[in-house]
T-cell receptor
Framework: AQTVTQSQPEMSVQEAETVTLSCTYDTSESDYYLFWYKQPPSRQMILVIRQEAYKQQNATENRFSVNFQKAAKSFSLKISDSQLGDAAMYFCAYRSVRGGGADGLTFGKGTHLIIQP | NAGVTQTPKFQVLKTGQSMTLQCAQDMNHEYMSWYRQDPGMGLRLIHYSVGAGITDQGEVPNGYNVSRSTTEDFPLRLLSAAPSQTSVYFC????????????FGDGTRLSIL
C-alpha cells in the first residue's frame, strides 16, 4: 500500500513571499501520478497541480510549481508571490496506475497554510 | 454544468439511525468514490466504483454500504450510525485513467450523537 506524508502541519508566510510545502511518499510502483489539492475554508477540494511520474520535467501552473524528485520520493509544492487567497489546507495525493487508477487517491494529512498580510 | 452534487450538506443523526448520503454527477464519469475527512487525518477512501454495477472497498469500508445502479448516482448508506462515523464526507468522480483528476462535491458534514 502507498503512503503519503506531509510533515508540516502548519506553515506561515508573508504575503508576496515564496513558500514551499513538503510531501514524501512511499510506493513500490514505478509509474503513478501525484497531485496537490487546495481546500479553502469553503471546504471545496480544488486541484492545484499534477505530476506524472514518468515525466522528469516539473509541472508548473502559474504561481504554483513542483519539485519532483522521483528517486527520493519527494513532491514539494512551491507557491510564489503568495496571495491572501492562497490561505487554505493543502493536500498531497498519490494515484496508482494499477487498475487505471480506479481505486482513487491516497492523501497526506495536509498542511495548513497561513498568509500573513 | 453542476459537476458533482452531494446532498444533504449537513445532517445530525442519533446513534443507531440509518441514512443515505446522495451523490450525483453529470459529467458521464465512469469512476466514482467516497471519502471521509477527519481532523488531522486527511481524506480516506471508503468505497469506489468503476462503473454501473461494480463497486469495491477502500481503506475504511466498515459500517458503510454502496451501490451503483446508474453511471450518474453513487449513494453511500450508513445502516446503523455510530459516533465514530462523525465526519465530513466527500464524493468524487473522474474519467477513466490514472492521469484524470478527481472532481469533488462540496461535502456533507455528518454528526452522530
Amino acid at each position: 500500500a502507498q503512503t503519503v506524508t506531509q510533515s508540516q502541519p502548519e506553515m506561515s508566510v508573508q504575503e508576496a513571499e515564496t513558500v514551499t510545502l513538503s510531501c514524501t511518499y512511499d510506493t513500490s510502483e514505478s509509474d503513478y501520478y501525484l497531485f496537490w489539492y487546495k481546500q479553502p475554508p469553503s471546504r471545496q477540494m480544488i486541484l492545484v497541480i499534477r505530476q506524472e511520474a514518468y515525466k522528469q520535467q516539473n509541472a508548473t501552473e502559474n504561481r504554483f510549481s513542483v519539485n519532483f524528485q522521483k528517486a527520493a520520493k519527494s513532491f514539494s509544492l512551491k507557491i510564489s508571490d503568495s496571495q491572501l487567497g492562497d490561505a487554505a489546507m493543502y493536500f498531497c495525493a498519490y494515484r496508482s496506475v494499477r487498475g487505471g487508477g480506479a481505486d482513487g487517491l491516497t492523501f497526506g494529512k495536509g498542511t495548513h497554510l497561513i498568509i500573513q498580510p | 454544468n453542476a459537476g458533482v452534487t452531494q446532498t444533504p450538506k449537513f445532517q445530525v443523526l442519533k446513534t443507531g439511525q440509518s441514512m443515505t448520503l446522495q451523490c450525483a454527477q453529470d459529467m458521464n464519469h465512469e469512476y466514482m468514490s467516497w471519502y471521509r475527512q477527519d481532523p488531522g487525518m486527511g481524506l480516506r477512501l471508503i468505497h469506489y466504483s468503476v462503473g454501473a454495477g461494480i463497486t469495491d472497498q477502500g481503506e475504511v469500508p466498515n459500517g458503510y454500504n454502496v451501490s451503483r445502479s446508474t453511471t450518474e448516482d453513487f449513494p453511500l448508506r450508513l445502516l446503523s450510525a455510530a459516533p465514530s462515523q462523525t465526519s465530513v464526507y466527500f464524493c468524487a468522480s473522474s474519467r477513466t485513467g490514472s492521469n484524470q483528476p478527481q472532481h469533488f462535491g462540496d461535502g456533507t458534514r455528518l454528526s452522530i450523537l
